[in-house]
């Protein structure tokens, strides 16, 4: 959390939700492999980390059910994972640093958001 503080954001870039998929996929081929802290706040629950220096795999979204599953660990087929769905998806950004990498993946629904904040 402190890195993450740390961090300058220089600017955040929300996703169209209609190509939300096909931006996935780009967020997912700049940042394969990089590691990240997942942290999910909701209102009822508080903020909580689901993991810290996980590498991340990648990102998709199922328009019908409006779920983004967010997968991280080995992209070897053999290799250790970790997938994680977050439901009812209504908004999607990322933040950048002054050099244009991204730092932060903000997924927003109506309970709150899940953060993928990358090192």
Not at 73 to 101: F, I, K, Q, W
Request: glycine residues 8%; hydrophobic residues 40%.
């Amino acid at each position: 959390a402190a890195r993450a503080r740390s961090a300058t954001v220089n600017h955040t870039h929300p996703f169209d939700m209609k190509v939300l998929d096909a931006e996935l996929r780009a967020f997912s081929e700049r940042n394969a492999q990089r590691r990240c802290t997942v942290e999910i706040d909701e209102r009822e629950l508080g903020a909580q980390i689901l993991g810290h220096g996980l590498p991340f795999v990648g990102a998709t979204y199922d328009r019908a059910e409006r779920i983004v599953s967010l997968m991280f660990g080995a992209s070897e087929l053999d290799g250790h994972h970790l997938t994680h769905a977050v439901p009812n998806v209504t908004a999607v950004d990322a933040s950048t640093d002054e050099e244009g990498r991204d730092r932060v993946l903000r997924l927003g629904t109506g309970k709150g958001q899940t953060l993928v904040s990358l090192e």
